[in-house]
């Protein structure tokens, strides 16, 4: 019981992150993804208690699919590395939408890769994409392209039927993801969510 609560303790102290004087400033979001990927209950069990007594209210259920995300994640992140190896040796040449795109499309997940190349043909230049910490999704972009951005009610109301909440900010759309979906219903949301994004020229005139 004492080893545990030292293992415990020692773990506590690396999920933190420091400033120079030694001030807490936040958590260490990699050590918490690969917590969660390797799915260890005592792990798990310290890192909520770490959360809990850091002012997150978070319950068995939700670290469980915090860690059924992040082994999701572990796993696409391994794919996708094969198959831009591949590619790259396969089929070195960018395409028209590559050179749109700035990047392989090996180099995008799967589950957003269609969105994010649709974004980019309507005129959104994105920086970056995919999971986030916990159970998030994003597609963001480096200046404030989605301030105009609106959703249907009809679309809102699906996503809430599915338990998922979508916020858009302007320089940002994201996902919080609060039940297991598969990789490919993940792909579906984010198509529907690029279909109703206006293109970009439509929105400036």
């Given at each position: 019981?004492?080893?545990n609560?030292?293992?415990?303790?020692?773990?506590?102290?690396?999920?933190?992150t420091?400033?120079e004087?030694?001030?807490?400033?936040?958590?260490?979001?990699?050590?918490?993804?690969?917590?969660?990927a390797?799915?260890?209950?005592?792990?798990?069990k310290?890192?909520?208690i770490?959360?809990q007594?850091?002012?997150w209210?978070i319950?068995?259920?939700?670290?469980?699919?915090?860690s059924?995300?992040?082994?999701l994640?572990q796993?696409?992140?391994?794919?996708?590395e094969?198959?831009?190896?591949k590619r790259k040796?396969?089929?070195?040449e960018k395409?028209?939408e590559?050179l749109?795109?700035?990047?392989?499309?090996?180099?995008?997940?799967?589950?957003?890769?269609q969105?994010?190349l649709?974004?980019?043909v309507k005129?959104?230049k994105?920086?970056?994409?995919?999971?986030?910490?916990?159970?998030?999704?994003?597609i963001?972009c480096?200046?404030e392209?989605?301030a105009?951005?609106k959703?249907?009610?009809d679309l809102?109301s699906?996503?809430k039927?599915q338990s998922?909440?979508?916020e858009v900010?302007?320089?940002?759309i994201?996902l919080c993801?609060?039940?297991?979906l598969?990789l490919?219903?993940?792909?579906?949301?984010?198509k529907?969510?690029e279909?109703?994004?206006k293109?970009k020229?439509?929105?400036?005139?």
């Amino acid at each position: 019981m004492r080893e545990n609560f030292r293992i415990g303790e020692k773990l506590s102290e690396h999920l933190r992150t420091r400033d120079e004087q030694g001030d807490m400033i936040g958590f260490n979001e990699d050590l918490v993804s690969g917590i969660l990927a390797k799915g260890d209950q005592g792990e798990l069990k310290d890192l909520l208690i770490f959360w809990q007594e850091n002012g997150w209210q978070i319950t068995d259920k939700e670290i469980e699919i915090f860690s059924y995300y992040q082994k999701l994640r572990q796993q696409v992140h391994k794919d996708r590395e094969g198959a831009f190896k591949k590619r790259k040796t396969d089929a070195p040449e960018k395409t028209e939408e590559e050179l749109l795109l700035g990047c392989y499309l090996e180099e995008l997940e799967p589950q957003v890769r269609q969105a994010v190349l649709g974004l980019n043909v309507k005129g959104y230049k994105t920086q970056g994409s995919g999971f986030g910490p916990e159970n998030i999704q994003k597609i963001y972009c480096a200046d404030e392209q989605f301030a105009a951005v609106k959703f249907s009610n009809d679309l809102l109301s699906e996503l809430k039927v599915q338990s998922v909440d979508l916020e858009v900010k302007p320089k940002s759309i994201t996902l919080c993801l609060n039940k297991k979906l598969s990789l490919n219903e993940v792909r579906n949301i984010w198509k529907k969510i690029e279909e109703q994004v206006k293109p970009k020229s439509k929105l400036l005139t």
